[in-house]
């Protein structure tokens, strides 16, 4: 992962810091840590990372309306 991991506000950053001193003195299990630091951090990904999502072997896109029936 090289995005660089950031709170999405103050208020969840004091909640994940909290949440991460619980974990460490064990108050808090290591699965609901997880489910607190997807509730409070998001990940900034590189505008050169995200056109390189498409697998290597496709050659093609598909769209919203390709999944449409």
């Given at each position: 992962?090289?995005?660089k991991v950031k709170a999405k506000s103050c208020i969840l950053e004091a909640v994940h810091e909290t949440s991460s001193d619980l974990h460490r003195l064990g108050f808090i299990n290591k699965r609901k840590m997880h489910?607190?630091?997807?509730?409070?951090?998001?990940?900034?990904v590189p505008e050169k990372?995200?056109?390189?999502?498409?697998?290597?072997?496709?050659?093609?896109?598909?769209?919203?309306?390709d999944w449409k029936h």
């Open positions: 992962m090289t995005g489910e607190l630091e997807a509730l409070c951090l998001t990940i900034d990372k995200t056109q390189a999502v498409r697998p290597k072997n496709c050659s093609t896109y598909l769209t919203g309306k």
